[in-house]
């Protein structure tokens, strides 16, 4: 397992943009895939993106699509979340997730991930 740790969450406008970073302990981070989940108030943790342990594919939740980019620097033991054109509805805790050899070919289900960070918010105000 690994530990994960995000960063970069606050308050932004409609429109702005936030970098997330999920730094992860160990020295195994390169087998890992990794995932951004978001969870909003009375609402389920819903999937957003994720980056296979490979790095070689990248999967995003349609209502992402086009604005998030997921990307990880295994030099650094860290997975990036570049989200621009945020909305209101993007407003959320963030989870970073680690998933040993995790590839995105059977889907994007939480259960593929056995760690998980403490969460970051995300706030986007109209």
Known sequence: ?????????GLVQAGG???????ASG????IYGLGWFRQAP???RDFVAAISWTGSSTYYAD??????TISRDNAKNT???????????DTAVYYCAAGKYYSGSSG??????GSWGQGTQVTVSS
């Open 1 to 9: 397992q690994v530990q994960l740790v995000e960063s970069g969450g």
């Open 17 to 23: 943009s936030l970098r997330l970073s999920c730094a």
């Open 27 to 30: 020295r195994t981070f390169s």
């Open 42 to 44: 009375g609402k389920e």
């Open 63 to 68: 209502s992402v699509k086009g604005r998030f």
């Open 79 to 89: 997975v990036y979340l570049q989200m621009n054109s945020l909305k209101p509805e």
């Open 108 to 113: 994007y289900w939480s259960t593929d991930f």
